[in-house]
Protein backbone atom coordinates (compact mmCIF):
# COMPACT_ATOMS: atom_id res chain seq x y z
CA UNK A 1 0.00 0.00 0.00
CA UNK A 2 2.68 2.55 1.26
CA UNK A 3 5.11 1.73 -2.20
CA UNK A 4 1.41 2.59 -4.59
CA UNK A 5 0.98 5.39 -2.49
CA UNK A 6 4.23 6.83 -2.67
CA UNK A 7 4.39 6.61 -6.51
CA UNK A 8 2.14 9.36 -7.24
CA UNK A 9 3.96 11.73 -5.06
CA UNK A 10 7.25 10.75 -6.98
CA UNK A 11 5.35 11.61 -10.35
CA UNK A 12 4.00 14.48 -9.78
CA UNK A 13 7.65 15.46 -8.32
CA UNK A 14 9.65 14.74 -11.40
CA UNK A 15 6.78 16.18 -13.48
CA UNK A 16 7.16 18.96 -11.61
CA UNK A 17 11.20 19.10 -11.95
CA UNK A 18 11.02 18.68 -15.75
CA UNK A 19 8.65 21.86 -16.04
CA UNK A 20 10.33 24.02 -13.93
CA UNK A 21 13.76 23.03 -16.33
CA UNK A 22 11.77 23.37 -19.31
CA UNK A 23 10.40 27.23 -18.04
CA UNK A 24 13.99 28.23 -17.35
CA UNK A 25 15.10 27.15 -20.35
CA UNK A 26 12.76 28.77 -22.45
CA UNK A 27 12.85 32.12 -20.68
CA UNK A 28 16.82 32.18 -21.53
CA UNK A 29 16.27 31.22 -25.13
CA UNK A 30 13.54 33.58 -25.11
CA UNK A 31 16.15 35.88 -23.37
CA UNK A 32 18.73 35.28 -26.15
CA UNK A 33 16.45 35.79 -29.29
CA UNK A 34 15.28 39.34 -27.64
CA UNK A 35 19.37 40.20 -27.50
CA UNK A 36 19.73 39.42 -30.97
CA UNK A 37 17.10 41.15 -32.27
CA UNK A 38 17.37 44.47 -29.80
CA UNK A 39 21.33 44.51 -30.03
CA UNK A 40 21.47 45.89 -33.20
CA UNK A 41 18.36 48.18 -32.89
CA UNK A 42 20.06 49.67 -30.25
CA UNK A 43 23.07 50.32 -31.92
CA UNK A 44 21.60 51.97 -34.56
CA UNK A 45 19.49 54.14 -32.37
CA UNK A 46 22.25 55.44 -29.99
CA UNK A 47 24.83 54.86 -31.84
CA UNK A 48 28.60 53.18 -31.35
CA UNK A 49 29.72 55.44 -29.10
CA UNK A 50 26.49 56.00 -27.10
CA UNK A 51 26.02 52.22 -27.03
CA UNK A 52 29.68 51.69 -25.72
CA UNK A 53 28.91 53.80 -23.05
CA UNK A 54 25.77 52.67 -21.98
CA UNK A 55 27.47 48.88 -22.27
CA UNK A 56 30.72 49.87 -20.19
CA UNK A 57 28.09 51.49 -17.67
CA UNK A 58 25.49 48.26 -17.44
CA UNK A 59 28.43 46.40 -16.99
CA UNK A 60 29.80 48.66 -13.76
CA UNK A 61 26.30 48.79 -12.00
CA UNK A 62 26.10 44.84 -13.03
CA UNK A 63 28.98 44.54 -10.26
CA UNK A 64 27.18 46.21 -7.36
CA UNK A 65 25.66 43.54 -5.74
CA UNK A 66 29.13 42.36 -4.98
CA UNK A 67 28.78 45.61 -2.15
CA UNK A 68 26.26 43.35 -0.30
CA UNK A 69 28.71 41.42 1.27
CA UNK A 70 26.32 38.71 2.10
CA UNK A 71 24.43 41.42 4.85
CA UNK A 72 21.24 40.68 2.70
CA UNK A 73 21.34 36.52 3.61
CA UNK A 74 22.47 37.01 7.18
CA UNK A 75 19.51 39.81 8.36
CA UNK A 76 17.36 37.21 7.02
CA UNK A 77 18.59 33.98 8.60
CA UNK A 78 19.17 35.78 11.82
CA UNK A 79 16.12 37.87 12.54
CA UNK A 80 14.25 34.48 11.51
CA UNK A 81 16.55 32.68 14.50
CA UNK A 82 16.06 35.00 16.69
CA UNK A 83 11.99 35.65 15.98
CA UNK A 84 11.55 32.17 16.25
CA UNK A 85 13.21 32.44 19.70
CA UNK A 86 11.44 35.69 20.47
CA UNK A 87 14.87 37.19 20.84
CA UNK A 88 14.34 40.96 20.65
CA UNK A 89 17.67 41.90 21.52
CA UNK A 90 18.95 39.66 19.06
CA UNK A 91 17.11 41.16 16.51
CA UNK A 92 18.06 44.61 17.32
CA UNK A 93 21.24 44.00 17.56
CA UNK A 94 21.44 42.03 13.62
CA UNK A 95 19.68 44.98 12.18
CA UNK A 96 22.34 47.46 14.16
CA UNK A 97 24.91 45.53 12.41
CA UNK A 98 23.47 45.50 8.92
CA UNK A 99 22.72 49.12 8.90
CA UNK A 100 26.46 50.14 10.46
CA UNK A 101 27.75 47.76 7.74
CA UNK A 102 25.32 49.07 4.87
CA UNK A 103 26.89 53.18 5.90
CA UNK A 104 30.22 52.34 5.39
CA UNK A 105 29.50 50.51 2.21
CA UNK A 106 27.85 53.08 1.09
CA UNK A 107 30.22 55.92 1.93
CA UNK A 108 33.08 53.97 -0.07
CA UNK A 109 30.83 52.97 -2.94
CA UNK A 110 30.17 56.54 -3.35
CA UNK A 111 34.02 57.32 -3.14
CA UNK A 112 34.34 54.59 -5.73
CA UNK A 113 32.03 55.99 -7.99
CA UNK A 114 33.49 59.71 -7.53
CA UNK A 115 36.72 58.64 -8.79
CA UNK A 116 35.51 56.31 -11.41
CA UNK A 117 33.42 59.31 -12.85
CA UNK A 118 36.56 61.33 -12.96
CA UNK A 119 38.73 58.30 -14.50
CA UNK A 120 36.34 56.88 -16.94
CA UNK A 121 36.70 59.14 -19.73
CA UNK A 122 40.51 59.05 -19.60
CA UNK A 123 40.83 55.06 -19.02
CA UNK A 124 38.08 54.11 -22.03
CA UNK A 125 38.69 56.93 -24.35
CA UNK A 126 35.46 58.50 -24.34
CA UNK A 127 35.10 61.57 -26.58
CA UNK A 128 35.49 64.66 -25.23
CA UNK A 129 32.01 65.81 -26.54
CA UNK A 130 30.38 63.02 -24.33
CA UNK A 131 31.32 64.15 -21.12
CA UNK A 132 29.62 66.29 -19.51
CA UNK A 133 30.80 68.80 -16.16
CA UNK A 134 28.09 69.22 -13.13
CA UNK A 135 28.72 72.62 -11.51
CA UNK A 136 26.60 73.39 -8.26
CA UNK A 137 24.40 76.36 -8.31
CA UNK A 138 22.48 75.76 -5.63
CA UNK A 139 20.24 78.66 -4.19
CA UNK A 140 16.52 77.50 -6.18
CA UNK A 141 17.83 74.71 -4.39
CA UNK A 142 19.89 73.30 -1.83
CA UNK A 143 21.20 70.84 -4.67
CA UNK A 144 20.21 73.09 -7.63
CA UNK A 145 23.25 71.86 -10.63
CA UNK A 146 24.24 73.68 -13.58
CA UNK A 147 25.52 71.47 -16.79
CA UNK A 148 28.39 71.81 -19.11
CA UNK A 149 29.11 69.68 -22.24
CA UNK A 150 31.10 70.46 -26.32
CA UNK A 151 29.14 69.65 -28.90
CA UNK A 152 30.62 70.10 -32.97
CA UNK A 153 28.71 71.63 -35.69
CA UNK A 154 30.41 70.30 -38.69
CA UNK A 155 33.56 70.60 -37.34
CA UNK A 156 32.43 73.95 -35.71
CA UNK A 157 33.47 73.57 -31.39
CA UNK A 158 30.30 75.19 -29.46
CA UNK A 159 29.78 74.96 -25.62
CA UNK A 160 26.19 74.04 -24.48
CA UNK A 161 25.35 75.02 -20.88
CA UNK A 162 22.28 73.69 -18.70
CA UNK A 163 22.07 76.50 -16.49
CA UNK A 164 20.12 75.18 -13.36
CA UNK A 165 17.00 77.53 -12.12
CA UNK A 166 18.75 80.77 -10.52
CA UNK A 167 15.22 82.02 -10.17
CA UNK A 168 14.01 82.93 -6.57
CA UNK A 169 11.32 80.95 -5.17
CA UNK A 170 8.11 82.60 -4.30
CA UNK A 171 8.21 82.41 -0.45
CA UNK A 172 12.42 82.42 0.03
CA UNK A 173 13.00 84.10 2.99
CA UNK A 174 16.59 85.93 3.07
CA UNK A 175 17.80 87.66 6.42
CA UNK A 176 15.98 86.91 9.69
CA UNK A 177 15.09 83.28 9.44
CA UNK A 178 16.35 82.33 6.13
CA UNK A 179 14.64 79.12 4.36
CA UNK A 180 18.19 77.95 5.27
CA UNK A 181 21.36 78.77 6.56
CA UNK A 182 23.59 80.67 3.72
CA UNK A 183 21.04 80.49 1.45
CA UNK A 184 21.85 84.18 -0.01
CA UNK A 185 25.66 83.31 -0.33
CA UNK A 186 24.68 80.15 -2.44
CA UNK A 187 22.86 82.74 -5.01
CA UNK A 188 25.83 84.69 -5.28
CA UNK A 189 28.38 81.86 -6.15
CA UNK A 190 25.66 80.74 -8.38
CA UNK A 191 25.98 83.96 -10.30
CA UNK A 192 29.63 83.60 -10.06
CA UNK A 193 29.91 80.18 -11.59
CA UNK A 194 26.75 81.51 -14.84
CA UNK A 195 28.77 84.32 -15.30
CA UNK A 196 31.97 82.59 -15.85
CA UNK A 197 30.06 80.42 -18.14
CA UNK A 198 30.32 81.32 -22.03
CA UNK A 199 27.90 79.04 -23.66
CA UNK A 200 27.02 79.19 -27.29
CA UNK A 201 23.90 77.35 -26.69
CA UNK A 202 21.92 77.11 -23.42
CA UNK A 203 18.79 75.41 -22.50
CA UNK A 204 16.63 75.84 -19.08
CA UNK A 205 14.11 73.74 -17.21
CA UNK A 206 11.33 76.55 -18.52
CA UNK A 207 11.43 76.89 -22.33
CA UNK A 208 9.59 79.73 -22.41
CA UNK A 209 12.96 81.62 -20.76
CA UNK A 210 15.01 80.64 -23.16
CA UNK A 211 12.31 81.06 -26.18
CA UNK A 212 12.69 77.27 -27.51
CA UNK A 213 9.40 77.74 -29.32
CA UNK A 214 11.00 80.43 -31.37
CA UNK A 215 14.52 78.64 -31.92
CA UNK A 216 13.19 75.52 -33.09
CA UNK A 217 10.96 77.12 -35.52
CA UNK A 218 14.09 79.21 -36.55
CA UNK A 219 15.99 76.10 -36.89
CA UNK A 220 14.09 74.57 -39.33
CA UNK A 221 14.92 77.05 -42.04
CA UNK A 222 19.29 78.18 -40.27
CA UNK A 223 19.62 74.75 -38.56
CA UNK A 224 21.90 74.48 -35.42
CA UNK A 225 22.58 78.82 -35.71
CA UNK A 226 19.24 79.25 -34.51
CA UNK A 227 19.90 77.93 -30.96
CA UNK A 228 23.33 80.06 -30.78
CA UNK A 229 22.52 82.63 -28.24
CA UNK A 230 25.19 84.27 -26.13
CA UNK A 231 23.56 87.22 -25.46
CA UNK A 232 20.52 85.64 -24.44
CA UNK A 233 22.56 83.68 -21.64
CA UNK A 234 23.82 86.91 -20.42
CA UNK A 235 20.71 89.05 -20.48
CA UNK A 236 19.03 85.83 -18.19
CA UNK A 237 21.85 85.61 -15.62
CA UNK A 238 21.84 89.43 -15.53
CA UNK A 239 17.98 89.46 -15.17
CA UNK A 240 18.16 86.87 -12.30
CA UNK A 241 20.42 88.30 -10.54
CA UNK A 242 18.93 91.71 -10.60
CA UNK A 243 15.71 90.06 -9.15
CA UNK A 244 17.82 88.16 -6.39
CA UNK A 245 19.29 91.62 -5.01
CA UNK A 246 16.08 93.22 -4.88
CA UNK A 247 14.73 90.09 -3.11
CA UNK A 248 17.29 90.42 -0.85
CA UNK A 249 17.23 94.13 -0.46
CA UNK A 250 13.60 94.11 0.25
CA UNK A 251 13.90 91.30 2.52
CA UNK A 252 16.60 93.26 4.52
CA UNK A 253 14.25 96.07 5.06
CA UNK A 254 11.38 94.23 6.62
Not at 63 to 76: H, K, P, Q
Request: glycine share 8%.
Amino acid sequence: MTQHADQPARLWSTSAIVRNVTSNWAGIVVSIGFAFVLAPLTVRTLGNVHYGIWTLLMQLTGYLWLFDFGVRESVIKYVSQYHAADDKAGIVSTVRTAVSIYSGVSLATLACAAALALALPHLFNIPPDEVMTARLTAGHTQGCTTWVMAIRDGGKPLTVVFPGSSNVNPGTRFGVNPSYPGIADDFRHTFIVLESLKPDIWLTAHPDAFRFQEKRASAEDVGVGAWIDQAGYRKYVADSKAEFEARVADSLQR
